[in-house]
């Protein structure tokens, strides 16, 4: 099974300010890689997939990078609506696809 | 637009049973793969079983093998979550989930609002 490390667990972030995810496979997955969003209390939304495709909807702001091991999704000016838990996820080798255990971007 | 309503969560005692359907609408549902993913209030994600657009293809994460089953109906726009043998770990808010096309791609492209299974005694 791979698994999916996420960092930071938690990212303090200012209205306007840039945001860096990071997540790593324990092995490669190719460009194989999601990215979701989910707020309290609602279902996750999908953000990116293939690495660096964004989703339906889903603002110029975020975009992905990355492949092989090491990913990345970044959201270039932070808005109020973003502040939420975002997953990344691996599709490349499974059953099981694997989800990372979440970063929390939070208001600094 | 894409909808996606589980239903048939509730509580329930270790070792019963439990099915779980999920109504979809707004799409052509047998041209797509479906999943359901599980959360942990408070806690990550977890895959649980996919199954593609002609039931072709059926996969489940080791943790349930044997005591669940994913099936559709193409006819009613419905898929289902058959769970016996029920343990105090699978308690989870439970997603019906569909996928980017026909295959078990893995990409979750559209969520359902979730149906909340709690097992305990």
């Known amino acids: 099974e791979i698994v999916m490390t996420q960092s930071p667990a938690t990212l303090a972030v200012s209205p306007g300010e840039r945001a860096t995810l990071s997540c790593r496979a324990s092995?490669?997955?190719?460009?194989?890689v999601a990215w979701y969003q989910q707020k309290p209390g609602q279902a996750p939304r999908l953000l990116m997939f293939?690495?660096?495709t964004r989703g339906t909807g889903v603002p110029a702001r975020f975009s992905g990078t990355g492949s092989g091991t090491k990913f990345t999704l970044t959201i270039s000016s932070l808005q109020s609506e973003d502040f939420a838990f975002y997953y990344c996820q691996q599709y490349n080798n499974w059953p099981p696809s694997t989800f990372g255990q979440g970063t929390k971007v939070e208001l600094k | 637009e894409v909808q996606l309503v589980e239903s048939g969560g509730g509580l329930v005692e270790p070792g019963r049973s439990l099915r779980l359907s999920c109504a979809a609408s707004g799409f052509t549902f047998d041209d797509y793969a479906m999943h359901w993913v599980r959360q942990v209030p408070g806690k990550g994600l977890e895959w649980v079983s996919g199954i593609s657009w002609n039931s072709g293809t059926i996969a489940y994460v080791d943790s349930v093998k044997g005591r669940f089953s994913i099936s559709r109906d193409d006819a009613k726009n419905s898929l289902s979550l058959q769970m016996n043998s029920l343990r105090a770990d699978d308690t989870a808010l439970y997603y019906c989930?569909?996928?980017?096309?026909?295959?078990?791609?893995?990409?979750?492209?559209?969520w359902g609002q979730g149906t909340l299974v709690t097992v305990s005694s």
């Open positions: 293939g690495a660096a």
């Open positions: 989930v569909k996928d980017f096309g026909p295959m078990v791609r893995g990409i979750f492209y559209s």
């Open positions: 092995q490669s997955v190719g460009s194989d």
